[in-house]
DNA sequence: CAAGCACTTTACGTTAACGTAAACCTCGTC
DNA sequence: GACGAGGTTTACGTTAACGTAAAGTGCTTG
């Protein structure tokens, strides 16, 4: 974990073997800037199920794009039980029945709905804060002047 | 308030002059889907701040505007802390001293910051969802080739 | 004048999303 | 073998953003 330098000693990391890496509570939490409190909740929630090694979680590639799926909504101002109605779904698909995947893509629908108004909202806000920009400018401009 | 044929009697309505109409707490509330109570909340945190006549809350154009300015900010995820910081300095401004004036050029970049890596969530999370919208369509017509 | 709205204040309740603290294992290492 | 760094569970605390209920005011309308 020193990260220079790191030996590759045991049977587990051989150089990087693509795909199937694995890491630990506290890695995600680094990499992701989130303290491991925030990863165990989301997987109480039910976001992330890691296997176990042990006592001790141990999470692979799929944990960590869901983890990283799972943040985006957040910063896109969606619940953590939105973002679970999709992910779920998504992995319930491969034998899903017909019912469920209409409710899927009627889901869907409703996420791009609401993202395409997040869209239209990000234009008139920055229009927003172009002109308190402009102005702010505009009164330090003539404060010079003044003075 | 019956919507149709307004007789505009008293001296208030005059033919809606245009910019200073008022509006009650129900009317706003209506017009933005959003309860009293939560109008009276933004309120209390110094978000609004609607004259009186008497007891009851009179509320002009300029706080039409800052409520629709605050109630898309909270659809981008923006916390009302975060709203009144911008729409606070903004009325400050006029007579803003300069470093005030600086202290807000620093907000909104930062919050256009924000809003640019939004945007940047925005377009990857609408790519993610149509690749689930595409399987979950993919297996939908296999089970009709089954059925 | 009683009834019914629309408004008011006060105050306690609720939910989501974690934070924080305590008390416990389990390594590698000095 | 003590110890420090990471991991674990359990459980109570906290904050934001309202909801909800109770109790009162003021108008106008049958």
């Known amino acids: 974990m020193t990260q220079t330098s790191a030996p590759a000693d045991e049977a587990s990391q051989e150089a990087l073997p693509r795909q199937h890496r694995h890491?630990?509570?506290?890695?995600?939490?680094?990499?992701?800037?989130?303290?491991?409190?925030?990863?165990?909740?989301?997987?109480?929630?039910?976001?992330?199920?890691p296997r176990r090694e042990g006592q001790k979680r141990i999470y692979r590639e799929k944990d960590r794009v869901r983890l990283k799926l799972t943040l985006r909504g957040k910063r896109l101002g969606f619940s953590l039980a939105e973002i679970r109605e999709v992910v779920m779904m998504y992995d319930a698909m491969p034998d899903g029945n017909a019912r469920q995947l209409w409710r899927l893509l009627e889901i869907l629908a409703d996420k791009r709905a609401n993202l395409e108004r997040q869209l239209e909202d990000i234009r008139l806000m920055r229009m927003e804060l172009d002109d308190v920009d402009h102005r702010a400018r505009e009164v330090l401009r003539n404060l010079g002047h003044e003075a």
């Open 23 to 49: 890491y630990t509570i506290g890695e995600l939490a680094r990499m992701f800037e989130v303290t491991p409190r925030t990863i165990r909740f989301y997987e109480q929630e039910g976001l992330l199920a």
